[in-house]
């Protein structure tokens, strides 16, 4: 993912408290009776290869005696199930995945293997892998099945090969890939401005804030809209933007003859990219900004040059970073809007991506579910532990070699609290809920811990981004990806030539050339595999049955 750093706070919502929460102590009996929490005795080992980097060493440094092989998670797994974790090797991100790709290579690869769904195919048509149809069948607690169905059928679709569960899916959050449009509020009110009920309104937001300096230094020194070189990035991107105009060019999605289309070739993409040139040629959009990541794109938030981005519902913590010398700086989630003013679509992209295989010839292809089981199991089963193993106030979840979450829990903790605000029951706020309840509290008191809980109130307060996103669930403005299957064998081929074409040609066009490059760019995007993808997708579609849910 492109932000780097930034994309950390996804999931990263740290607790407030470092309360010491003892630690699942078994005292030799076993604490579960289900076969897929039992434990081995005598333990068995399984190796994994691991990737590091500068989030994980920054969570290391403030739990001494941990490390990324020996730490609480790994300590829990040996204690309940007796699997000793250990790995081939680690390696940090700059090289993992070149490491990684030799290892797949020459068919040296560890017990449990993390494989996108390119990879998944190679290593089963290889034989190096166990079907896992079974195991999955017999050890998969509830809670384990529950969380890993959220999605739908399409993460498991995608791992199964030939009527075969060859690998257990990372279900990932489609949900939580929902877009709103955060706008600081201080700007629009010093310049007698309305939120935005259209995108003519948002057009005129974004020029009043580039020239009406709206930070009062005399200077025209200030952006209409934030802007990186990724173009999709989960904030500062522009796929907020482009879907008030219909247009959604980064997923695949049934036209009106109910045939699959790419989003990213539809006219209404052109249209989106017209406004955006005019944008940039009128000094709305950084001239700079085809040179920038969501790191140095930052920036501009902090230097409080920005007053308007498309983002993710974390895009809080962002935003926050222009309180850093402007205290009296606040910012808002807003829904995005369409040209007409009707509530637009909202895209989501399928998001699953990897999946966890297991090496042929395991004594225990089990032991993987049992992993899966107890990982869900402490951060949100019956006898969960959260301020030790989720949130520590460290994103503790990240040391364990299988991180399972249930896709839709920040929205259920948003509802639980919306539950609270309204009766005032403490008791419908589970671990989450409570802590992100915690901090809320703390920006309300508006004590020296305020600024803690400013993100989180603009996240899941009553008019958070959260409050937006329920209502987009409720009035069906959710337009999930309709394609979810593995990738098709042109795309594993021309993926990455057609994304980079797409991402160059865009770039482009709101720098200044002729929107005409957008015909060019839709012909040449058909001849370099997309249309046989097309064929290929709506192949896959046709033998699911088309349409469906
Ligand atoms: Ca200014």
Sequence with gaps: MAVG???????????????????????????YQEPGLSRYDPPVELSFVRENNDALEEILKELPGETLEHNRWTDLYEEVLGIKVTYDWTEWSSIYSRKLGVSLASGDIPDIVRVN?????????????????????????????????????????TATIDGRLMAIPETSSSIEGAMFLWIRTDWLEDLGLEPPQTMEDVLAISKAFTERDPDRNGRQDTYGLATTKYLWDPVM??????AGYGAYPGIWMQDKTGKLVYGGIQPEVKKALLVLQDMYRTGQIDREFAFKDGVKASEWIENEQIGMLYGEQWGSFLVQLSRTH????????????????????????????????????????????KLINLHLEKN???????????????????????????????????????????????????????????????????????????????????????????????KSQLLYESFVGAPTETMIEKQNILYNLQIDSFLDIIQGRPISQFDDFVAQWNKLGGEQITAEVNEWYAEKGGNRK
């Design 380 to 474: 949100w089963g019956a006898t969960s532990e959260v301020e030790r193993f989720y949130n520590a106030p460290q994103a503790v979840w990240k040391l364990s070699p299988v991180t399972p979450f249930p896709v839709r829990k920040n929205l259920e903790a948003f509802r639980q609290l919306e539950t609270f605000r309204r009766d005032g029951d403490a008791s419908v706020l589970k671990d989450e809920a409570k802590t992100i309840q915690k901090r809320i509290a703390a920006y309300e008191a508006g004590g020296p811990d305020s600024e803690t809980g400013w993100g989180w109130e603009k996240t899941y307060g009553v008019s958070g981004a959260f409050s937006i996103l329920d209502r987009y669930e409720r």
């Design 5 to 31: 750093t930034l994309t950390a706070c996804e999931r990263n919502h740290s607790l407030p408290e470092r309360s010491p929460v003892p630690q699942g102590q078994t005292g030799g009996a076993p604490l």
């Design 237 to 242: 991107g522009l796929t907020g933007f482009m």
């Design 326 to 369: 402007n205290p009296q700086a606040q910012w808002q989630a807003f829904p995005l809007v369409s040209e007409s003013g009707a509530p637009p679509k909202v895209p989501l992209p399928f998001s699953t991506s990897h999946f966890l295989a297991v090496r042929q010839g395991i004594a225990h292809p089990e032991a993987l579910i």
């Design 117 to 157: 769904a390119s990879q998944l195919r190679v290593l089963s048509n290889a034989g190096l892998i166990q079907d896992l149809t079974e195991v999955y069948s017999k050890y998969a607690t509830p809670l384990t099945r529950q969380v890993l169905s959220e999605e739908g059928s399409g993460p498991f679709d």
